[in-house]
C-alpha cells in the first residue's frame, strides 16, 4: 500500500514539474518572442525609415560648441527678412457672425471616439489636414513639430503592442486609484483596438530644439504651447473634412515608439491620434461642456 501512495506521489510530483516546467517556458517563449517582433521592427523600419540611423542611436553626432562666453550670434531666420503687405478679405459684420456660428456648430459635433471603422481614407487627406495643422504660429517661427502618419497594418500593430503593454503598467502600478477611478466614465481600458482598426495613426512629436543652417544649435521657445495650438489645428481639419480622431496621450511609450519609428534624440512623443471615420456601432459618453457663462470673462 505504502509503495502504492509512494508511487502516486511521486508521478503526482512529476506531473506537476513537467506541467510547471512547461508553462516557465511558454511565458518565456512569448516574452522572447514579443521582444523579438519588437526589435525586428525597430530594424525592419530602421532601414527604411532612416537610412542615416536617426533615432537607433547610432545617427550622426551633431557638435554643440562649448558654452563660449561671448559667441558671434546668428538669428535662424535672416535677420533682413523683408516684411509684405497682408491683405485677407474683409468681412462685413453679418458674414463674420454667420461664419462664427456656422464654425461653433461644426466644432461642437466633434467627439472623441475609440470605435473606429477599418475603412481606408486617402493619404493626400492626410496631408492635407497635416499641412493645415503645419501652419499654427509657433515662437519665433519655430514650427517644432513632426507629425508621423503610420498606415503600415505590420507598424501600427507594434505601436498597438508597446502601448497596450505599457498601458497594461499605467492602470495597474503607474496612475492613482484617483485617476483610474476619473476615467471609468470613458470605458477606456489597456486594450487599444483602435490602434489596429484605424487606417492611420498620426504621432505628433515635439521638437525641443533643432540646429541652424551653420549647424549651431536653434532653440525652440515655447515649443510645448506652440505644438498643442498645432494639434488643436490638427483636430480641427480631422473634424472639419468629416473625419474623427482620439486624441491620447500614451503614458511612458515615448522611448519605445521613438525607436519603433526612428525619431532622433531632439523629438519627444505628445500625441497619438487614431483617424479615420467612426465604427458604424461606434458610442461615446454623454458629456455636458461648460456654459459659456462658466468660461467667459467680460471685462
Ligand atoms: C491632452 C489630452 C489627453 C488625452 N488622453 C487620452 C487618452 O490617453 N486616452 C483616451 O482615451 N482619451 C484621451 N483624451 C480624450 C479625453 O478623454 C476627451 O477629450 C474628453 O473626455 C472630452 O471628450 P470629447 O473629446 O469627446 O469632447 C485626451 C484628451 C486630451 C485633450
Redesign the pocket.
Known sequence: MNFISASIWTLENHCFIVYTMLLVSFVVFTLFHKKRVEAQAVRHNAKRLAPNGAGTGRERERDFPEDDPDPILTSAIPEDTPHIPYKPVHRSDDEILQRSREYYELMAQ?????MFSTEPVPQEVLENIIKTAGTSPSGAHTEPWTFVVVRDPEVKEAIREIVEEEEDLNYRQRMSKQWTTDLKP?R?KAEKPYLSDAPALLLVFRQTYSWKEDNTKRMHYYSEISVAIAAGILLAAIQYCGLVA??????NCNARLKALLCRPGNERLE??LPVGRPHEGAT??D?Q?KTLEQIMVKI
Open positions: 466633434r467627439r472623441s471616439v475609440r470613458f477606456t482620439l486624441t491620447s496621450t500614451p503614458l500625441l497619438l461615446v459618453p458629456l461642456r
